[in-house]
Structures are given as C-alpha cells and as structure tokens.
Nanobody, 117 residues
Framework: QVQLVESGGGLVQAGGSLKLSCGASGILFSAYNVAWYRQAPGKQRDLVAGIIRGGSPIYADSVEGRFTISRNNAAQTVYLQMNNLQREDTAVYYC???????????WGQGTQVTVSS
C-alpha cells in the first residue's frame, strides 16, 4: 500500500518559518518526481515547488526565494522549507509523487499551514 504522509504544518506569524516533511512508503521513492502543491479555501490546487528525478528544483513565482524544496531518497522523504511566510501562503499543503513511465500518481492527505498577521 502506497502512503504519502505530510507533517510540519501549523500556525505561524507573518515573517516566520515552517518546514514541511512528506514521508513515502510502498514506492521506490527515488524513481518518482516529487512536488508540493497547496490549496487555499475556494481556490484551485496549485504547484508550489517540485523536483524531477535528478533535476533542479522548480518554484512558483510567488514562493521563489522564500521556499526551498529538497529530497532525501534514502529517507524516502521530501521537504519544503518555508521562510518569510505571508498571509497569502495560508493553505492546505499536499505532497505529490509521480512516475510518468508507469502513470503512477499519488497524493498525501495534506497539512494545514496558517499564517497570521
């Protein structure tokens, strides 16, 4: 059974930091592209940051320079370091893993990030 489990969300003041983690089980993590998405109330789910296998990270313009995505294949975990958080970063954050050649695609259950002013 494949599972992606996020942790690290919470309530933080504007300007603060949080680090999200997403641990994977049931898959060969190193074979997957991984990414973080977020969804605010009433809005669509949008890409925040991603890492293609062996490639460089990509970021949404809104988080470039503030957020850093990283992965530890041995630990089967992807991280999202979020600095200088702003109210507009408030959302449920989801991790995602996909492997295009098999069309395998998995989501975590999400973790809430709330930024107060």
């Amino acid at each position: 059974q494949v599972q992606l489990v996020e942790s690290g969300g919470g309530l933080v003041q504007a300007g603060g930091s949080l680090k999200l983690s997403c641990g994977a089980s049931g898959i060969l993590f190193s074979a997957y592209n991984v990414a973080w998405y977020r969804q605010a109330p009433g809005k669509q789910r949008d890409l925040v940051a991603g890492i293609i296998r062996g490639g460089s990270p990509i970021y949404a313009d809104s988080v470039e320079g503030r957020f850093t995505i990283s992965r530890n294949n041995a630990a089967q975990t992807v991280y999202l370091q979020m600095n200088n958080l702003q109210r507009e970063d408030t959302a449920v954050y989801y991790c995602q893993a996909d492997r295009p050649e098999t069309r395998a695609h998995y989501w975590g259950q999400g973790t809430q990030v709330t930024v107060s002013s």
